[in-house]
């Protein structure tokens, strides 16, 4: 079994809609984030959480909302999608005591088409 | 600013050539420093790591990078390349605040 999951796989969703997508971890890991891929612009941190009570945002925030709801589970919700957020998202995990001991674990990817 | 360069954002090369996937950062301290490849339809697999121990860094697949204090990069490089290892390939950085920084990629095509 995977140690990093994402669900769904692939969504298709229409301007305006809400839509969550849910990434979870087998790993133990405290440290989770959020990504955006794009072509050509490689990737680009929406969010990351470094324990359930710590929410920070990244270099693109905007739109975009997350939740931690344990330590294994952190989904990131777009409350009113837009065209510009379609994109391919990843999740990752890191353990601590930070990447010079640990490295970031990717999920499989969520592919994301806003119409 | 801090940041990660990739250059060339296409590399091809022949079955059993050098691959050389080139990788600069930006900083005034040294950063700890990642190559990711990333296959068709699947999410990042780390390569390798730099994180100041040794400056030559041997990763799976037979891929090895060199950190250059002197010239800010970190290029990845193989012997001879095999057909599997058409990929897109992703260098990035963690500049102390235990968040990667990613260059914008390089896709790697082998020439049979």
């Known amino acids: 079994d995977a140690d990093v999951t994402q669900t769904p796989r692939n969504r298709i969703t229409k301007t305006g809609k809400r839509i969550m997508l849910e990434c979870s971890q087998t790993?133990?890991?405290?440290?989770m984030y959020w990504y955006r891929q794009d072509p050509g612009l490689g990737l680009q941190l929406i969010y990351y959480s470094f324990d359930v009570k710590d929410i920070n945002k990244g270099e693109i925030s905007d739109g975009y909302s997350v939740s931690r709801q344990a330590q294994a589970k952190f989904s990131l919700s777009l409350e009113s999608a837009i065209p510009n957020q379609t994109a391919l998202y990843f999740c990752?995990?890191?353990?601590?005591?930070?990447?010079?001991?640990?490295?970031?674990?990717f999920g499989p990817g969520t592919r994301l088409l806003v119409l | 600013a801090q940041s990660v360069t990739q250059l060339g954002s296409h590399v091809s090369v022949s079955e059993g050539a050098l691959v050389l996937l080139r990788c600069n950062y930006s900083?005034?301290?040294?950063?700890?420093l990642f190559w990711y490849v990333q296959y068709p339809n699947q999410g990042l697999q780390l390569l390798l790591k730099y994180t100041s121990a040794a400056t030559l860094v041997k990763g799976i697949n037979g891929f090895e990078a060199e950190f250059k204090k002197s010239e800010t990069s970190f290029h990845l490089t193989k012997p001879s390349a095999h057909m599997s290892d058409a990929a897109e390939y992703f260098c990035a950085a963690d500049f102390g605040n235990e968040k990667l920084t990613f260059g914008t990629g390089t896709r790697l095509t082998i020439i049979p």
């Open positions: 990752a995990t890191s353990g601590k005591p930070g990447l010079a001991e640990e490295t970031q674990y």
């Open positions: 790993k133990g890991h405290d440290r």
């Open positions: 900083s005034s301290v040294p950063p700890y």
